[in-house]
């Protein structure tokens, strides 16, 4: 089973996808960065024609996105405004090639994973993945707890992933990805 995990930002929209137990790679996706007038049919045209290129070429089974969820006390405005409607894009082109998505809150898969592997919270991610950048971090552990799922192995794909260190965009800024 292919899938593609995606942690969606404003700024930084990661994604990593996975083939059963391997990891083929962890990248940034180009966000919308304009909700103005002039600009809102061409920041969805280009976010629609990078992410249609990057699906078309993966050819996934499923894929999976945070949802966008406003925390009490946290000011989020427009980002939530970005978040949702690219997620709509996701969705869109998703059912347009016939391939499920699926949303996650970050309380699922953070939860499922602290009780396997420990406390996933204050340094999040960069414990399992240090040579990650935070988001494609979290987009490589939605991968895991989704193909954990899948295949059954609760408790042991984490710490085969985290010894892998090859990956075609580790080190890299999202501007440079």
Not at 74 to 89: D, H, K, R
């Given at each position: 089973m292919r899938i593609i995990a995606l942690d969606?930002?404003?700024?930084?929209f990661a994604a990593a996808v996975m083939e059963d137990r391997k990891v083929l790679e962890t990248r940034y996706l180009k966000p919308m960065k304009s909700l103005l007038w002039d600009d809102f049919t061409n920041e969805v045209k280009a976010f629609r024609d990078d992410y249609f290129k990057f699906i078309t070429e993966i050819n996934p089974d499923c894929v999976l996105a945070e949802r966008f969820m406003a925390r009490p006390g946290?000011?989020?405005?427009?980002?939530?405004?970005?978040?949702?409607?690219?997620?709509?894009?996701v969705g869109i082109v998703n059912a347009s090639k016939g391939i499920p998505t699926h949303l996650?809150?970050?309380?699922?898969?953070?939860?499922?994973?602290?009780?396997?592997?420990?406390?996933?919270?204050?340094?999040?991610?960069?414990?399992?993945?240090?040579?990650l950048s935070t988001h494609e971090g979290d987009a490589l552990a939605i991968a895991v707890y989704a193909?954990?799922?899948?295949?059954?192995?609760?408790?042991?794909?984490?710490?085969?992933?985290?010894?892998?260190?090859?990956?075609?965009?580790v080190g890299k800024s999202p501007s440079e990805a």
């Open positions: 969606p930002g404003k700024l930084n946290v000011l989020q405005g427009a980002v939530g405004e970005y978040i949702n409607i690219m997620l709509g894009i996650v809150t970050s309380a699922q898969w953070k939860n499922a994973l602290t009780a396997r592997y420990g406390d996933m919270g204050s340094k999040g991610t960069r414990t399992f993945f240090p040579h193909m954990e799922e899948e295949l059954g192995e609760k408790g042991k794909l984490m710490n085969y992933v985290k010894r892998l260190r090859r990956y075609p965009h």
